[in-house]
C-alpha cells in the first residue's frame, strides 16, 4: 500500500514508519517536514498535502498537540490548542482525504491514555482524546467504498518515558512495538470504527 504517515518524524510516528516501511510505500508529512510539510491545522495546507502526494492507499496519523499545564490558570485559548491541532486537524485529514483515498482505503488516527487515565496538567489531551474517539465511532458509520477508520490510543510510550514519567506516578511504559502493532493492525487489518489501545 501506499500510505501517508502524517507526523511521522515524531517519537510515535518514527517507529509506526519504520514499522510499517518493509511492507508499504510510506510518504511521510510533517510540520517541519521538507519533503511533504503539512500544518494540520490549516485546510489550505492539508489540502495541499493530498494534492502533493496523490493516490494513496492508507493515512496514519500521530501529529497534533495540545496544552499541558495547570487547570487553575489555563485559558479557553490554550484549549482550544489541543482542539485545533490534535482534534480538528485530524479530522481534517479524514474530511479531505476521504473523496481521495482508495477504495477499501483507511483511516487511523491518534488519541491516548490521557483520556481515560486523566492527570492533572492533561485536560486539554484528555479533551481532544475524547472527540477523536467519537469522531472515529461516528464516521465509521458513515464512510463509503468499504473505507475504514479506526484510532490508536497509545499508552505512556517507552521513548517519552524520560520526558513523562514524572507526571504518570505509578504507569508501565509501553513498548514501542506494542504501540506501531496497533497502527499496522488498523493499516493491514480489516476492522473499522475501533479504538485500539496500546496499553
Ligand atoms: N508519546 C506518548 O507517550 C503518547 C502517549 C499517548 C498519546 N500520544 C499522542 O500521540 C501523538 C504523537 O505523540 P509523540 O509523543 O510522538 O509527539 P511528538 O514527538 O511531539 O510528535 C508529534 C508529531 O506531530 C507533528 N505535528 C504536530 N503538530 C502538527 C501540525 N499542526 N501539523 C502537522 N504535524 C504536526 C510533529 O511534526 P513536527 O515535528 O514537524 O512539528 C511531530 O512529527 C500525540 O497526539 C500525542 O498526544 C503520545
Same mark, same amino acid.
Given at each position: 500500500m501506499r500510505i501517508i504517515a502524517v507526523g511521522g518524524a515524531g517519537t510515535i510516528g518514527k517507529a509506526v514508519v519504520a514499522a510499517l516501511s518493509d511492507q508499504h510505500e510510506v510518504v511521510v508529512a510533517g510540520r517541519?517536514?521538507?519533503a511533504v510539510p503539512v500544518d494540520i491545522r490549516s485546510t489550505d495546507s492539508v489540502r495541499a498535502m493530498y494534492q502533493q502526494v496523490g493516490t494513496f492507499d492508507a493515512l496514519v496519523s500521530t501529529a497534533g498537540d495540545a496544552h499541558f499545564g /495547570?487547570?487553575?490558570?489555563?485559558t479557553e485559548a490554550q484549549l482550544a490548542r489541543g482542539i485545533e491541532s490534535k482534534l480538528l486537524g485530524q479530522i481534517r485529514l479524514v474530511l479531505l482525504g476521504r473523496p481521495l483515498i482508495s477504495d477499501g482505503g483507511s483511516f487511523t488516527l491518534v488519541s491516548g491514555y490521557l483520556l481515560n487515565? /486523566?492527570?492533572?496538567?492533561g485536560t486539554s489531551f484528555a479533551v481532544a482524546n475524547g472527540g477523536i474517539e467519537g469522531f472515529v465511532r461516528a464516521a465509521a458509520l458513515n464512510l463509503d467504498r468499504g473505507i475504514r477508520i479506526n484510532a490508536v490510543s497509545p499508552g505512556m510510550a517507552e521513548d517519552s518515558r524520560e520526558e513523562f514519567a514524572d507526571f504518570n506516578p505509578g504507569r508501565l511504559p509501553v513498548p514501542m512495538d506494542t504501540i506501531t502493532s496497533a497502527f499496522v493492525r488498523s493499516a493491514?487489518?480489516?476492522?473499522?470504527?475501533e479504538i485500539i489501545r496500546a496499553w
Open positions: 517541519r517536514s521538507e /495547570p487547570f487553575d490558570t489555563m487515565d /486523566p492527570i492533572p496538567l493491514e487489518g480489516w476492522r473499522t470504527g
